[in-house]
């Protein structure tokens, strides 16, 4: 991996693989010499090692999808979805084979832990207005808007616009937000014209906010110069190292992409300006249950593009302009490798439904399959929603979860029952007595370790959830704040797992001293040194093959026992139930026009 120079410019290695570039560049070519990118130093090559693992340890499997289209030289911007704080950046680093140097928030570089493994990565901080924002004085009473010169300003009470707030002033291009109830912000037009009044920037979008005849407060987002920030991206990509961002800013459990930042934009035309041949591969990160442990996760590369020449030329005589419509092409190529839902109810209930529409035949979707399943409804339901058969199927599936939910069974078992019955018919006896002694040598080998792992897990969760109710508290775009969970649990478990295995090892020593005199043999008494190193180094690898046990032990026992459950009053009658749902699906998809619907996908 490359390092930073006293400047923070990096540094390039002579150890990189060739290969030639597939297209010419927006602003001019490179030779082949001069497109090898840095390559990964010890340093970068341990910890991809340690996030490795650790994502290994959290979650049960991680699907990398297209891989092979990411470019092995030349310069490159990854551009991912922000979905799992911490964890996105450790995904990336694990799944990509060349250097990255992130784009972090300087509020976590600075952070204890996170901020050093951010140091040692290289990466770039950057100051975000919301982490400095500042209360200001007085409330805003309301906002004229001029539709005729599409200029619109802003009315205060008590506010002291001209004279600023704590030593942050009020200039152009800060920004106005935190106001109660509404999630926008409001663009600083220009200087202030007095202590009430503050020239603003047209709302793109109309403000759909009614304002009390008291005022809402509100707090000043700081207008920050990052020159110093595009400096540093520029001689990364001048020096053909990556750099990844996730341009949502802060991470989030939406379900969709909120809007882009324009920062990508002007590092991409900003370097391609420059003659660099800087090419934009999107990164779609979809988690399962983002928050859980053992859960499931897809990482999609989608294909690189460079910046288009006509905006390389209009963003050195409009650059706003230009970085408008790369902000809007960079968006639709995120979207195609990402999940986008209106919200989390949506999710969920378009998840049931490509359950329901699967065929029985197939057992689990592969990470590939999922992703092509997901966007053709996703895609499709966009479409048609408004039709009339639509909200019917909608509300069908609506009243099968309620019925579900109430009766506590989940439609991936009832699933279960019926893809069991399906396969196995006169077998299904077999199959639950397999499962039944699969449990049974499981268990008892995966409970040592889980015991040894449960005061790590404990108080890693315990400090997570602390987290997460801190930061729902402290944003307006989360829905329950998912997206800390698993970042702090895994940050945590980094922090305790070392401190328990000292003290087993310590433990194992004391007993060891107790148990072991002078009257044993010479070999019986270098086990005192030998069973606490023991301990000590097994002990990362004794809990991982332990938590894969538990994983065979828990996933066994779920299929028996649900099965088994199948001859009870709620699973025979919400069996019936979901086939009689699954055949409106499925007869709901095929009467589907093809020139209206892109549900249909004979290739999964």
């Excluded at 799992?84 to 060349?98: H, K, P």
Aim: with cysteine; charged share 20%; glycine share 6%.
């Amino acid at each position: 991996m490359p390092t930073f120079d006293g400047v923070g410019a990096l540094q390039p290695s002579n150890e990189a693989g060739l290969r030639p570039s597939d297209d010419s560049t927006a602003s001019g070519s490179s030779s082949l010499a001069e497109l090898k990118s840095p390559s990964a130093p010890w340093k970068y090559r341990v910890i991809r090692s340690i996030f490795r693992f650790i994502l290994r340890v959290f979650f049960r499997r991680i699907d990398v999808l297209n891989q092979s289209v990411l470019p092995t030289d030349g310069p490159v911007i990854l551009v991912g979805n922000h979905a799992n704080q911490f964890i996105d950046g450790m995904n990336l680093v694990a799944s990509t084979a060349r250097p990255i140097s992130f784009m972090i928030a300087k509020k976590s570089y600075d952070r204890p832990y996170i901020g050093d493994v951010a140091k040692a990565l290289c990466a770039v901080p950057v100051q975000r207005p919301q982490d400095i924002a500042v209360k200001a004085e007085g409330t805003i009473i309301r906002v004229e808007i001029n539709e005729e010169d599409g200029t619109a300003k802003a009315i205060g009470l008590g506010t002291t616009f001209t004279k600023g707030v704590r030593g942050e002033a009020f200039q152009k291009g800060g920004k106005l937000a935190g106001i109660k109830g509404w999630e926008g912000e409001l663009m600083i037009a220009g200087p202030p014209i007095s202590d009430t009044e503050l020239p603003l920037k047209k709302p793109r979008t109309p403000l759909n906010y009614t304002f009390t005849s008291e005022g809402c407060s509100f707090k000043l987002l700081p207008k920050i110069d990052q020159a110093a920030v595009f400096e540093m991206v520029y001689d990364v990509l001048g020096k053909n190292g990556t750099i990844g961002i996730f341009p949502e800013g802060g991470s989030h459990d939406q379900g969709h992409l909120i809007p882009l930042k324009a920062g990508v934009t002007i590092m991409a035309l900003g370097a391609a300006a420059q003659g660099t041949p800087v090419k934009i591969v999107p990164v779609g990160l979809t988690y399962f249950h983002a928050h859980r442990f053992r859960s499931l996760a897809v990482t999609q590369f989608g294909e690189p593009f460079k910046c288009p020449a006509h905006l390389v030329e209009k963003y050195k005589t409009d650059s706003r302009g230009a970085c408008g419509e790369l902000l809007e092409i960079i968006t639709e190529r995120l979207k195609k490798v990402t999940v986008n839902t209106p919200d989390y109810a949506s999710n969920k209930q378009l998840q049931t439904v490509r359950r329901l529409f699967q065929p029985d035949n197939v057992k689990n979707l592969t990470g590939k399959q999922y992703m092509a399943y997901n966007e053709k409804f996703v895609a499709g339901f966009e479409e048609i929603q408004d039709q009339p058969q639509t909200k019917e199927l909608l509300t069908c599936v609506d009243e099968y979860m309620a019925e579900i939910a109430a009766a506590k069974w989940l439609d991936k078992e009832l699933r279960l029952i019926d893809r069991v019955q399906i396969k196995w018919k006169w077998m299904t006896s077999g199959y639950v007595l397999t499962h039944l002694l699969i449990t049974l040598l499981a268990a008892p080998l995966c409970i040592p370790g889980l015991i040894l792992m449960y005061p790590v897990m404990h108080f890693s969760t315990k400090h997570a959830l602390k987290q997460q109710a801190k930061a729902l508290a402290g944003s307006k775009v989360k829905v329950g704040a998912y997206d800390v969970v698993a970042s702090e649990m895994v940050k945590w478990a980094v922090t305790y797992a070392p401190l328990f295995w000292i003290f087993y090892t310590i433990l194992a020593a004391v007993i060891a001293e107790v148990l072991i005199t002078e009257s044993h043999s010479s070999a019986v008494q270098a086990m005192e040194v030998v069973v606490p190193l023991a301990i000590f180094f097994c002990m990362p690898f004794f809990c991982f093959y332990s938590i894969r046990l538990s994983d065979i032990a828990f996933f066994s026992h779920k299929k028996w026992t649900v099965v088994m459950a199948r001859n009870s009053p709620s699973g025979r009658r919400l069996l019936l139930r979901r086939k009689e749902v699954q055949r409106k699906v499925r007869d709901f998809v095929a009467n589907q026009n093809n020139s209206t619907s892109n549900l249909h996908n004979p290739n999964v």
